[in-house]
């Protein structure tokens, strides 16, 4: 049972415009999500994360939305660029603020920025 | 560059073979995290040291999978009589109180 779910495998965005990735988790014991963005070859590099007493995090260009009644968060790039292209994995953690612990990780959605 | 370093980027094997891979974390990182990750999906976690001890390991470390993490530095992934389904990319990460830092990955191909 996946507890933490990427439902679109991929998303087709125009540059400049909004990405928008989505995230549904199952676990209510999730107290920090992190968004990782992986380049073919190299392993996740981290992006942005929120802990669950927040609703909102802003980096840049990157924002992280959580909505803890619907257990739902979502990454938004604005604007959207084509060195964006790379696949997204939503992760979880329980406890220890996503530092330390194991991380539970979606199946990832590939953004694909066209100039 | 200090990152996460691992060893070898790719090794393919023959089915019923050994084979051992290495991690050197960040030096100041005393908790190591190996972590696996097939075609589709994410990763998944496996296993993951405090300095030397090994503290959790996920049912998916099958008997024929062994980690070691000696004097708490560098640490090693030996998968035995490797099976087709052991075909996947091997991450391995390091963290302290302030994030996760993953190496680049191993990737196995058994044939």
């Known amino acids: 049972d996946q507890q933490v779910k990427q439902n679109s495998p991929s998303l087709s965005v125009q540059e400049g415009r909004i990405s928008i990735l989505n995230c549904d988790y199952t676990?209510?014991?999730?107290?920090?999500f992190l968004w990782y963005k992986k380049y073919p070859a190299e392993g996740p590099t981290f992006l942005i994360s929120?802990?669950?007493?927040?609703d909102k995090n802003e980096d840049g260009r990157f924002t992280v939305f959580l909505n803890k009644s619907a257990k739902h968060l979502s990454l938004h790039i604005v604007p959207s660029q084509p060195g964006d292209s790379a696949v997204y994995f939503c992760?979880?953690?329980?406890?220890?603020?996503?530092?330390?612990?194991?991380?539970?990780f979606g199946k990832g959605t590939k953004l694909s920025v066209k100039p | 560059d200090t990152g996460v370093s691992q060893d070898p980027r790719h090794k393919i094997t023959k089915r019923g073979q050994n084979v051992t891979f290495r991690c050197d974390p960040i030096?100041?990182?005393?908790?190591l995290y190996w972590y696996r990750q097939t075609l589709g999906q994410g990763p998944e976690f496996l296993t993951y040291?405090?300095?030397?001890?090994?503290?959790?390991k996920s049912r998916l470390l099958s008997d024929r999978f062994s980690a070691e993490r000696p004097k708490g530095s560098f640490s090693t992934l030996e998968i035995q009589r490797t099976e087709q389904g052991d075909s996947a990319m091997y991450l391995c990460?390091?963290?302290?109180?302030?994030?996760?830092?993953f190496g680049s990955g191993t990737r196995l191909t058994v044939v």
């Open positions: 990460a390091s963290s302290t109180v302030y994030g996760y830092t």
């Open positions: 676990n209510s014991m999730f107290d920090y």
């Open positions: 929120i802990s669950s007493i927040k």
């Open positions: 992760a979880a953690s329980e406890g220890y603020g996503g530092s330390q612990g194991n991380l539970i």
């Open positions: 030096s100041e990182h005393n908790r």
């Open positions: 040291f405090q300095n030397e001890a090994q503290l959790e």
